[in-house]
């Protein structure tokens, strides 16, 4: 007996040895919030009386994605394979799937007739004596989303055993926007090149293509705009809508689907036709035969994107017609497939001398009631362009009768790109959660966006991608809560951001209380702190021209005064700051009355937002006590402390996490640190040469000259160069 | 006891659950030959006996490099951690080291001094009355060498019991080439995009760049040029020195030195000069100066890679001085430090209405001589362009005082891109055992190579790399063979490449021998495939225009005479090729007489090569008795059927290798099949309207007209689009 316990002790060691010696990937990000690790042994233990076998279907694709989701999920996270099983057969059975899949759902009467297409419940039941945990859509979307959502539950660590959830999205399109070109490169693209790997498609589906689709279906993203809105009219090709094809193909299966983004000179450009004019019969039939032979290929195709008149691209205007004389006609050829027109609003001409802010409100404004009924109008979340702050675009709650999606910038185009630690949770809520005051007080964009205002239901949330090649898909670990944070708003925009950062934070690192409060701290403080190193008190567009990159107030190479830093901050030894007051531009004429007045008025105007609406005195008093002069210096240093403190948290926190990530995000808070610095200093620089002004006492002077700042430049910029 | 048993039992089952249930990341490829799975069981056996501690300093930074790769491999194959040990305290001992670095080594008088920097000798050995293993080099980077060499043998099944090796490079500069631009893009990269992350160094050093330089040295490659010969002059700046000397850094562990190409007129774009005039002091005081600078940075840089007056380049010709004047001026700046001058010998005019394959003769072969002693001549393998098949460049053998180096192209510009599966070693192999004739018979290219037919130390060969960010690295598993071939070339030129693929075969994919053999068959004959539905009988260049993919062999819209199609093939009524005998072009005359002679002689001329030097009747009779219209039509046929026959093959190899590259090749198969078909297609549709002349019985006419074969084309063809 006793060689026999010898010899099962040295198998034992031997397959110890053999679990330690197996060849362990290093982390490298691939995984996202989908990472699905063993779980530390006294949550396991939570979780294993509930998660005994697993009843679900795979008559469908899509059910057959939901079960293998559950299946990687739970083997990974609990470290042992879930048994399949036809019947309850124990306490513990998870029962996935729709009335129509599951004669055991059916039964079970769940009234899921009155969820949405996209709902689902989660809730623990008792079926045939045994405790279960039934996850249940009226269609097998809805199941999928809720079994992300049940996974996630385990993720996060929270508890499994009294369920009753019932989720359904607030919003209707809930769509990336890839500034992808064709060959391969990301416009504003911080994570390397297209994933979209066009010159293999449609033959080679890379297995990248079903990962992303993973992630997005965990965060309910249903739709997914495949090419950048300065499009070219190849994409519309047989060819190449083959290749379309076969993306959308990969996508179904997780409720997914593909859109374009067109150019609006297409039937001229490859159909051989003398004009683009809306109104011209022969360039409506082609963009009807080309809506039929996209439907024929793709029958869930979504739609278009339109970029139209802004920024060199052509449009309705180039014919004297108006945009919605451009986006009715593409809808119309669209309606009878039940695809959308997402027309752009981000609109301003270069020969209008008109305040850049304000001229999207002045186009789109009048033509309120003029679009057909499956078209969107896409505004960007503020005026000007997705700078660090914005207040609200103030179309948001001016045009009633037309649904209006919201486009923010998932990439960090004015957010220090790859490399800055910037949580953009705070911005998406910031705006969402700002009220319009169109039908009074609590009138705020987050009902405009989810249709509850004006009683849309055509709603939209479109975040433009920060996905790319990189193997960490989006240039950073942290920016993948950027992905993450876009989705968990589109699905809902009352959500915390906050709390969703936790989430993340737990599904794509640690459950460790010790790790999850301060690096949720830290996220939560990031963005504010990137306004203040880069454009506090409502100052914006201060980056380098063209390429966005560092700080460049003094700009003025750019060919459009409206791309310039001057236009933008007015500095001169009397004062800064935009007039957009009534007696300067009057944008402020554009929000409801009641904020209008409020923004006119200085002392009204929230602080964050003074330079926006405001030329202000250098030696104005700021509510601190201080003068504008030293509260803009303290703000430029604030941002640089930040980002000092950013990065004495994280050097607390190694051992925590995986030595890969741990160093990435080190090595990456450094690089912020220096461009942070960079940029306070060159700004204070160039504004202490403006206002003539001495520093404050206590502030370090900059560490160059402002012509040392001046004199920088920056070939190959990714995300710009040389295209 | 029972009890006590059924415990163990349990934990042992539970165990083997973990163990199973462990995520296991799908293959991908990115181990390429370094993949360290665990033996099979029978395989494992063999070698327990002989790896039973690693005795090994950490001292120097390859030192611990060598140490942690044999760790990672042996751990990985033989599924147990082995042990570091300082003494011999068992049989099995793997001692690694120089005399210097090891005492131990030392005491075993094995006589390393007579070896090179970069040789090494394995040696089973006895070591105080215990069977070792002894692993040792003059230098830590023979024992690195060594090493990869040793964990080779475990990975392809070889005996270690009674070794006695003894490895010393052949050539001493192995180099890759990229042709990557500081924007990321690849000039005929395949594999996406530029793995230097220029944007986020010198800061963040991806840890690929390790794993890029473990690939390399574990094939002997000693040297990479990180930008593209077509060279622009910011690579030079400090900022750009400053992050190359971040990636110097890592490859230093690995004996991978760093070069650069560089532009000639750099001394005006980025030095102020207004001229770069090879023999103008202040331009040579610049390159003095940032050779200097160079050094002071990255020591053990290696030097300069130049394409100079070659399509549209600067060069010394710009101001009527030669070649040599333009490398002598580069390589005089280099010297003091030991670094040298790579002068590309492809050179050719816009204006010059000689025949394209004569040019680099006929400039560069007068020049024998005049070039100082760090000037290495880098001669493309071809007289024209990495062709499917040329014959050897003519200068090989024709400059005896100037050490020549190869330059391979790995990347598959002419070769299919990413997805056709051609294993370039026959290729190599076939140009490298050429005979020159230049001092009679067994003058081989491989001796002008290694130096031994004229006595050169400094010798080289360089391979355009295949390399990119694709996770593969490569673009395609197969195409991991063509680095790995190159390198194991580069080190010794006489190696066999079949020998090579069997390496990469068993270390890559698996060792079984029902997957070894008809794996290394199909690799041995793909790219007589390749030639034959692409260029057989000596024809060459009849690929799309600037982009290089499909066949055009009509084409004539580029704007230089010999980039078109027609230049080479001169198809007419009467007959096909061009004719480089005394009576033609006289190209033949380049080569050594007794070559002259055979390849004038249209009847001794080897058929491969016919095209190339005769111009042919149709109805001219061939070895085989058929005309050469038959022929043609013969070799355009077998190709494609040759790669019907690889899919069968690969289909019959299911379940031998792991699903995922599995289908991966199995898809890239049928892309080539289908490209396959279309080229031979194609160029029979108008090789047979250009002859006139019926197909011969018993092949199938082409799917489509002709007129449809030129009407297709191509966009974003990748590694040229859009610059």
């Not at 391969?184 to 994570?191: C, D, K, S, W």
């Not at 960007?380 to 914005?390: A, I, L, S, T």
Request: glycine content about 8%; some cysteine.
């Amino acid at each position: 007996m006793n060689a026999f316990l010898r010899a099962w002790v040295t198998l034992f060691l031997m397959l110890i040895t053999l679990l330690c010696a197996a060849p362990t990937r290093a982390e490298d990000g691939y995984d996202l919030w989908l990472r699905y690790r063993l779980l530390a042994p006294e949550q396991a233990k939570l979780y294993q009386d509930h998660a005994s076998e697993l009843i679900i279907g795979h008559a469908t694709s899509t059910q057959s994605a939901t079960r293998s989701e559950l299946q990687r999920g739970l083997n990974g996270l609990l470290g042992r394979d879930i048994s399949l099983s036809d019947t309850v057969t124990r306490d513990g059975a998870i029962i996935v799937g729709t009335p129509a899949s599951s004669a055991l759902i059916a039964r079970l009467s769940l009234n899921t007739q009155s969820l949405g297409n996209e709902s689902y419940l989660i809730r623990s039941v008792v079926v045939d004596g045994h405790a279960a945990t039934v996850i249940a859509g009226r269609e097998d979307i809805g199941a999928l989303y809720g079994a992300f959502h049940f996974l996630r539950l385990l993720q996060t660590g929270r508890p499994i055993d009294h369920l009753d959830l019932h989720e359904s999205p607030r919003v209707k399109l809930r769509v990336l926007n890839h500034w992808d070109y064709l060959n391969g490169q990301v416009e504003r693209g911080y994570a390397g090149a297209s994933i979209w790997d066009w010159w293999k498609l449609p033959d080679w589906r890379d297995p990248r293509y079903t990962d992303y689709a993973r992630a997005n279906a965990s965060i309910g993203i249903n739709g997914t705009v495949l090419d950048n809105v300065n499009a070219g009219a190849t994409i519309l090709t047989p060819v190449y809508l083959e290749k379309v094809a076969a993306l959308a193909d990969v996508f179904r299966p997780y409720g997914i689907r593909v859109y374009l983004s067109i150019r609006f000179s297409a039937p001229m450009e490859i159909g051989g036709l003398k004009t683009a004019d809306p109104l011209d019969p022969q360039v409506q039939a082609w963009w009807r035969a080309k809506a039929d032979e996209i439907y024929k290929r793709i029958p869930d195709f979504g739609g278009f994107l339109v970029k139209a008149n802004s920024e060199g691209q052509p449009g309705p205007e180039d014919y004297k017609r108006t945009h919605a004389d451009g986006a009715n006609m593409l809808a119309d050829a669209l309606a009878p497939h039940g695809g959308v027109v997402m027309w752009r609003a981000f609109v301003y001409s270069q020969t209008n001398p008109e305040d850049r802010a304000k001229q999207a409100y002045d186009e789109f404004k009048p033509l309120d009631g003029r679009f057909h009924a499956n078209v969107l109008i896409q505004v960007k979340n503020g005026p000007v362009d997705f700078q660090p702050r914005e207040p609200f675009h103030p179309l948001f709650g001016a045009m009633p009768k037309t649904p209006l999606m919201m486009e923010f910038e998932i990439t960090k185009e004015y957010l220090g790109f790859a490399t800055h630690l910037v949580y953009l949770g705070p911005l998406f809520e910031e705006v969402l959660s700002a009220d319009t005051m169109a039908h009074g007080k609590g009138s705020t964009v987050a009902k405009v966006i989810d249709g509850s205002l004006e009683g849309h239901t055509l709603t939209g949330m479109a975040g433009v991608a920060n996905i790319g090649t990189d193997r960490n898909w989006s240039g950073s670990d942290f920016n993948q809560a950027n992905w993450y944070v876009f989705g968990r708003l589109a699905w809902n925009p009352t959500l915390s951001s906050r709390v969703i950062a936790e989430e993340w934070v737990r599904m794509t690192f640690s459950n460790n209380e010790a790790f999850v409060k301060p690096v949720v701290d830290m996220m939560m403080g990031s963005r504010e702190a990137a306004v203040d190193y880069m454009t506090p008190l409502g100052l914006l567009h201060l980056m380098g021209p063209g390429h966005h990159y560092g700080p460049a107030p003094w700009d003025a190479s750019e060919s459009q005064a409206d791309w310039r830093p001057v236009y933008y901050h007015h500095a001169d030894r009397l004062g800064i700051g935009f007039d957009r007051t009534r007696t300067g531009s009057d944008a402020v004429a554009q929000y409801a009355p009641a904020l209008a007045a409020q923004f006119n008025d200085i002392k009204q105007t929230p602080e964050q937002y003074l330079l926006y609406f405001h030329h202000v005195p250098w030696d104005y008093r700021m509510r601190s006590g201080q003068t504008l002069w030293s509260e803009l210096i303290s703000h430029y240093t604030q941002g640089v402390d930040d980002i000092k403190q950013m990065r004495e948290t994280w050097s607390q926190l190694e051992g925590y996490i995986d030595a890969e990530r741990y160093h990435q995000v080190a090595t990456f808070l450094a690089i912020q640190e220096k461009e942070a610095q960079w940029w306070r200093d060159a700004c204070v620089a160039y504004f202490q040469n403006a206002s003539g002004l001495p520093l404050p006492t206590g502030y370090a002077p900059p560490a160059h000259s402002l012509n040392y700042y001046e004199s920088l430049s920056f070939p190959y910029v990714p995300g710009f160069s040389s295209w």
